[in-house]
Structure formats: C-alpha cells, structure tokens
C-alpha cells in the first residue's frame, strides 16, 4: 500500500506540469526539457551522496540503461514530435492512452491477475480525460498522421517502460539519477540541433523552472519508479488518469481555467474508476485493519 502511495504521489506531482509548464514563458521544449532533468539529476546525486553505497547503484547492465533512458527520453522525444506534427488536442489525448495500456499490459507481468474492475476503472478515467480534453470538440484529420502515430508510439513508450520496470523490481530507483542525466544530455542535443535558445525572464519564470525540475520532471519519476516496482501497477495505471482532471483543477483555481458540467463528470468518472481499480487493495487492507482490531 505504501509503495502504491508513492507511485500515486508522482501522479499528483504531474498534475502541476501543465501551469508550471505555462508559467515557464516561451522555453522551446528540449530545452526546457534539459534544464528541468538536470534539476532532477541534481536531486538524485544528493540523494546519492548520503548513501554509502549510492553511487555503486548506478552500476547496472546496459539493458537497465537502454530500458531508463528509453522511456524517460523517448516518451518526451516521441511527446514532442507528436506536438509539432498533430494539434495538442488530439495528440495529447492519443499519448494519454498509456494509463489504460499499463492496465491492460500487467496481465503479462508474472504473478499479476488482471481483473475486470482494472480495465473498467481505466476505461472510466479514459472516458473522463476525453471529457476534458475535447471541450472544442476533436478532429483527427488525415493530414496530421505522423503526430499522431507519434503520440501513440509515445503511449506505448511509457506504458512499456513501467511494465519493464516491474521486471527489474530488484534495479534500486538510484539508478533513476542516471536515467535523469543522460535523458538532460540527448535533450540539450536535441535543442541545439532543432530550436532556438530562449530563457526564462524574470523571477517566477525562473521559478516555475525549478518547480518543474524539482516536482513534475524531478521527483515524479523517482517516486513512479518505486510505485510500479513494489505497488499494485495495475491500480496506478487506472489512477493516472487522476493526473489530467487534477491538471485541470489547478488551472481552475489559478484563474487559466473555467468549470463546467464536463469537469464535474469526468472527476466522478476518473475518481470512480481509480476506486473501482482499487478495489481489492483497499477492501485487503480493511480486512487486515479489521483482523488487528479483533
């Protein structure tokens, strides 16, 4: 249950990616992606300082650093291009599969059972993200093909990389410290060959960069490494789908947003759905509480 909380609070933490990422002024993506992971570099290094035996984590087999950098780079390289070849709506929607492609994938995992309240509570909090999403309506268009398949090699980069995590349970979330510096180095790389340097101006510019570093792209994939690891994955992936309805929110009470009647069932949607996901982890854990009482 703990570990699942862990997981859960990367969750929360990608919900303020949306108004920091706003906040953050005209940063071209790659760039700002290499700022934020060497913020988030920077956390695991001292982390790793106070551990006697930290850095000798990060002696792990390539296929460790091909599955790390894979996913944490390949999903924002993939998220990116999907951006500049699909309209936001649509190819972020598409790219928001990954919840449910966890949920569905973790029959594969050993000793995981998939039931039917995991794939009906994913399937309520993907039905309450497209009532957030397509306020405007959606369009897939044709022409935008190459963003989308983009978007949706994106969902399954993710999905694939926390269903892999799990097979490396035993891999200590240290390594993630690693992960975060080469996915800074290939960003940077990115940057320089395909945008123009643009800096944050001003304090709460800069801040909301630290924010990012610190929080939605630092933090978050420590905690979500843990969490997929030794928590209930398929229970987090039904859960993910709280990230964009709590995005939504914090615009909402920041002033960026308006409510309406959509935002009101898609939180009962997506809260549903996590409950229902959770279902058989919350009613162990009152019978465990229930038999200590006795």
């Known amino acids: 249950m703990q570990a699942t909380l862990i997981g859960f609070s990367a969750i929360i933490m990608w919900s303020l990616l949306a108004l920091l990422t706003a906040s953050s002024g005209k940063v071209p993506p790659f760039q700002l992606a290499a700022m934020c992971f060497?913020?988030?570099?920077?956390?695991?290094?001292?982390?790793?300082?106070?551990?006697?035996?930290?850095?000798?984590?990060?002696?792990?087999?390539?296929?460790?650093?091909?599955?790390?950098?894979?996913?944490?780079?390949?999903?924002?390289?993939?998220y990116f291009t999907a951006l500049r070849n699909a309209p936001a709506v649509e190819a972020g929607l598409i790219a928001y599969l990954w919840p449910l492609l966890i949920v569905v994938g973790s029959a594969l995992l050993p000793g995981e059972r998939?039931?039917?309240?995991?794939?009906?509570?994913?399937?309520?909090g993907l039905a309450g993200t497209v009532l957030i999403v397509s306020k405007n309506g959606l369009s897939f268009n044709d022409s935008f093909a190459f963003g989308y398949g983009a978007a949706l090699l994106c969902a399954f980069t993710w999905s694939g990389y926390?269903?892999?995590?799990?097979?490396?349970?035993?891999?200590?979330?240290?390594?993630?410290?690693g992960f975060c510096a080469l996915t800074?180095?290939?960003?940077?790389?990115c940057h320089l060959a395909l945008e123009q340097t643009v800096w944050p101006q001003g304090t709460s510019q800069w801040l909301a960069v630290a924010g990012l570093g610190l929080l939605p792209v630092g933090a978050a994939f420590y905690a979500w490494d843990f969490g997929v690891k030794r928590g209930n994955i398929q229970v987090l992936?039904?859960?993910?789908?709280?990230?964009?309805?709590?995005?939504?929110?914090?615009?909402?009470?920041?002033?960026?947003?308006?409510?309406?009647?959509?935002?009101?069932?898609?939180?009962?949607?997506?809260t549903g759905g996590a409950a229902l996901a959770a279902k058989d982890l919350l009613f162990a854990r009152a019978t465990i509480k229930g038999q200590a009482d006795e």
């Open 237 to 270: 992936g039904a859960a993910s789908y709280a990230a964009p309805l709590l995005s939504t929110l914090i615009l909402i009470a920041a002033g960026v947003g308006q409510a309406d009647w959509r935002i009101a069932l898609a939180c009962v949607l997506i």
């Open 162 to 177: 926390s269903l892999l995590s799990r097979r490396f349970g035993a891999v200590p979330t240290d390594v993630v410290t």
């Open 114 to 124: 998939l039931g039917w309240q995991h794939i009906t509570g994913a399937l309520a």
């Open 38 to 78: 060497s913020i988030g570099t920077a956390i695991g290094l001292i982390a790793l300082a106070l551990k006697p035996s930290g850095f000798r984590n990060l002696r792990q087999p390539m296929r460790v650093w091909c599955l790390g950098v894979g996913g944490l780079f390949g999903y924002h390289f993939l």
């Open 184 to 189: 800074a180095i290939l960003s940077l790389a």
